[in-house]
């Protein structure tokens, strides 16, 4: 599989009639159309987010980035012209939330991320609709597990990788009111820089499609649509 790094286009250019995205249930597949994706963006009287342009046909889009770097904040406000389903593991949390309550969540975080995997597992298995999900894939073993995902279930990998600071990342950590251990941070820190040089030097992960973004690039959202 070739691969390349893309810079997405600063203006839509199917921006009239897209919708944001909705998140699935996590009881079940729900099956996303452009009439499912909640309400239009027409008459908003700003400047339209930058366009991401994704490959023909069924994709496993995943948002990547250090923890803290605004995944989760990203991904409530994309947009897209093309069927497509959003799984955060920010759903899972929340869900297991309401079961236990008095958890804290770095008890909560192993399981969250198994639920997370296999939701992605599923929704990539099922339907025509592209997924587009929340990882932070700073490792190479997490990386060649999603590539395997979109291999196997017949779909094309793309990377976005949301570059942020460490300054920025820890901000956005404490933010949510959720931080990671400090040896743990300096790893996914350490990896993602070199990740961001090697995206710089347009060298994408071997087996993946790759658009590098910064925070300020995305403030006002991100539009997906087809080459």
């Not at 997924?131 to 700073?138: C, G, S």
């Not at 291999?151 to 931080?179: F, K, S």
């Not at 743990?184 to 090697?198: E, V, W, Y």
Request: charged share 20%.
């Amino acid at each position: 599989m070739s691969t390349s790094l893309a810079a997405p286009n600063t203006t839509p250019s199917a921006q009239p009639g897209t919708r944001p995205l909705e998140s699935p249930a996590l009881n079940g597949t729900i099956p996303v159309s452009e009439r499912e994706l909640g309400h239009a963006r027409e008459h908003v009287d700003v400047a339209p987010p930058p366009c991401l342009r994704l490959p023909y046909g069924r994709c496993l889009v995943v948002l990547a980035g250090v923890p803290g770097a605004g995944k989760t904040t990203l991904l409530h406000q994309v947009t897209a012209d093309v069927p497509t389903i959003c799984l955060d593991s920010e759903q899972v949390t929340d869900r297991l939330r309401t079961y236990l309550p008095r958890v804290r969540y770095p008890r909560l975080r192993p399981l969250v991320h198994l639920l997370h995997f296999g939701r992605i597992v599923t929704h990539s298995l099922s339907g025509r609709a592209s997924v587009l999900a929340h990882a932070p894939a700073t490792s190479r073993a997490k990386r060649l597990a999603l590539l395997g995902i979109a291999t196997i279930t017949g779909r094309t990998p793309v990377l976005v990788w949301l570059h942020a600071t460490p300054e920025d990342a820890l901000r956005g950590q404490h933010d949510r009111g959720r931080t990671l251990p400090a040896s743990s941070f300096r790893r996914h820190s350490h990896r993602g820089r070199r990740i961001t040089r090697r995206l710089q030097q347009g060298q994408p992960p071997r087996g993946w499609t790759a658009h590098l973004l910064t925070r300020g690039q995305v403030t006002r959202g991100l539009h997906l649509t087809t080459t």
